[in-house]
């Protein structure tokens, strides 16, 4: 089976302007490279994965990307990050995908054998694995097989949208709960959680 994980990003410099209180235009374009960095070293590192394409308006994310050995897909027209997605995906079905995982870039604690667990949870044919952010409001990973299997509904609220988007198609919906994709670094709430915890991790090592 070939799976292909989408990964969508928004263009650095504008990207995670929730946390302007707290970090500055740098700052925040410095965490969100970084962010994308680490996201494609973990997928890079994910043996069931056969591609990772990332879809952008971004040339600087485009070429971070392609320095990843990742596919890209420039987004064009009004940005709607679930018509992106649709575009990548359709791209990946063209080239023999037979499921896609879509991946934010904001899960600064994935690791591979994490991703390898989320892809090994689902075992129907026709099945949607699912895994909220730690609120249980929004979607933090979606694996979907066959790959157009229900329509993407990224935005506030999406995790029961796509649960209920499965449940009418009658497919199989398995919900992965696990820190590692609970955390979405977004609010400062979550920034602050996200510093405390490579703190601990940092003094863990000394």
């Known amino acids: 089976m070939s799976v292909w994980a989408i990964v969508p990003v928004k263009p650095?410099?504008?990207?995670?302007?929730?946390?302007?209180?707290?970090?500055?235009?740098?700052?925040?374009?410095?965490?969100?490279?970084?962010?994308?960095?680490?996201?494609?070293?973990?997928?890079?590192?994910?043996?069931?994965?056969?591609?990772t394409l990332v879809v952008s308006r971004d040339s600087?994310?485009?070429?971070?990307?392609?320095?990843?050995?990742?596919?890209?897909?420039?987004?064009?027209?009004?940005p709607e990050l679930n018509a992106a997605l649709t575009r990548a995906t359709n791209v990946a079905v063209s080239f023999g995908a037979h499921a896609v995982l879509v991946m934010p870039t904001d899960l600064p604690l994935l690791h591979p054998a994490d991703v390898e667990?989320?892809?090994?949870?689902?075992?129907?044919?026709?099945?949607?694995?699912?895994?909220?952010?730690?609120?249980?409001?929004?979607?933090?990973?979606?694996?979907?097989r066959p790959p157009t299997l229900v329509p993407y509904s990224f935005g506030p609220g999406s995790f029961a949208r796509h649960v209920a988007l499965?449940?009418?198609?009658?497919?199989?919906?398995?919900?992965?709960?696990?820190?590692?994709?609970?955390?979405?670094?977004?609010?400062?709430?979550?920034?602050?959680?996200?510093?405390?915890?490579?703190?601990g991790e940092r003094q863990a090592e000394h």
């Open 166 to 199: 499965a449940n009418e198609r009658g497919a199989c919906v398995e919900i992965w709960h696990s820190p590692s994709f609970a955390l979405d670094v977004d609010l400062p709430a979550d920034l602050r959680m996200y510093q405390t915890l490579r703190q």
């Open 117 to 144: 667990k989320l892809l090994a949870a689902s075992t129907q044919p026709e099945c949607m694995t699912i895994a909220p952010d730690r609120l249980e409001a929004g979607t933090n990973a979606l694996f979907v």
């Open 12 to 51: 650095l410099k504008q990207a995670k302007s929730r946390l302007a209180s707290v970090l500055s235009l740098y700052e925040r374009e410095t965490l969100s490279t970084r962010f994308l960095a680490h996201t494609l070293e973990v997928l890079g590192q994910v043996r069931d994965i056969h591609r």
């Open 60 to 78: 600087a994310a485009l070429g971070l990307a392609r320095k990843w050995h990742a596919y890209t897909v420039t987004e064009s027209g009004s």
